[in-house]
């Protein structure tokens, strides 16, 4: 399946970048456009720095004058900023999402994610979920919402359109050996890894005990890498929020840390192979 908005959080944040180099390069401030467009003070600069939810048609085409840019390349960033207005689902999941991580994880290219303790989110059965919730001091209509959400950024890995996201998943033995639930649920869970690694867009690596503490990252890491020219993003994600990382040299060194925990892991083949023996001793 397809998403009506995809590509629409990755549009708007491209246009920002758009819009703060087309100002630069006409001469004026940011605080001298507000003025010649009668606007308050900050207005330009929310747009550039991406504090917008979605950009009026109104605003951009003013901006567009007053920086003087022709037709063709007024006629491309006017589509951009219909591709950014579109309205996605997690708009609906505020409560659950502060900023724009659904959006980003919705519209890159590749996903690599390294979660030292529990499974990625969208590698988690239902159970598995319930069961991370159930230990956490959400209250229950959160934990429901949140469970509703991440069900629905998981179908992200199914579309058929050609814009299934390449997951590459870095697992550790540890997120698999807790007591949660049964037995039954345990097994599952692992199965559904099995399944997912067999999807030629996963690719999934598994980090053992027995191989000793890695060379690697701790933190929890998602980095998402987009189409074209567009600067990747990192996500860290901690007890109480989830937090982007956006400048080139602090991006640059999660890649490094990924790497490192990526060969410090069992090839995608192996993985499967022993995932199949962890559940076959929940059997």
């Not at 989110?121 to 229950?140: C, H, N």
């Not at 005990?209 to 994600?237: K, T």
């Not at 990382?245 to 840390?257: A, L, R, T």
Request: hydrophobic share 35%; proline share 5%.
């Amino acid at each position: 399946m397809s998403d009506d908005a995809y590509g629409a959080t990755v549009a708007k944040r491209r246009l920002s970048r758009r819009l703060t180099d087309l100002r630069r390069a006409s001469g004026h401030t940011a605080n001298h456009v507000c003025d010649l467009l009668d606007w308050g003070r900050g207005k330009v600069g929310r747009f550039e720095a991406n504090h917008w939810k979605r950009p009026e048609m109104s605003d951009i085409r003013d901006l567009l004058r007053v920086y003087g840019v022709d037709q063709a390349e007024r006629d491309e960033l006017e589509e951009l900023a219909i591709q950014a207005r579109a309205r996605p689902w997690w708009r609906d999941y505020s409560d659950i999402f502060e900023n724009e991580f659904p959006g980003f994880e919705n519209d890159a290219v590749r996903i690599r994610v390294c979660m030292p303790l529990v499974l990625p989110g969208l590698l988690q059965t239902p159970d598995y979920t319930e069961a991370l919730f159930s230990v956490g001091s959400r209250p229950p209509t959160w934990q429901r919402r949140a469970l509703e959400c991440r069900r629905r950024r998981q179908h992200i890995l199914d579309r058929t359109d050609g814009t299934a996201p390449r997951l590459i998943a870095v697992i550790a033995e540890a997120s698999l050996m807790y007591r949660w639930g049964t037995r039954s649920e345990r097994r599952e869970q692992i199965e559904h890894l099995v399944a997912l690694g067999g999807n030629p867009n996963v690719e999934l690596r598994i980090q053992r005990f027995a191989d000793g503490p890695h060379r690697g990252m701790w933190s929890m890491v998602n980095i998402f890498d987009f189409a074209d020219d567009e600067p990747s993003l990192v996500y860290l994600e901690t007890d109480v929020a989830i937090e982007e990382v956006s400048k080139p040299e602090e991006v640059d060194s999660y890649m490094q840390g990924f790497g490192h925990a990526r060969d410090a892991a069992l090839e995608p083949a192996d993985t499967v192979a022993y995932l199949k023996h962890l559940a076959e001793q929940l059997e």
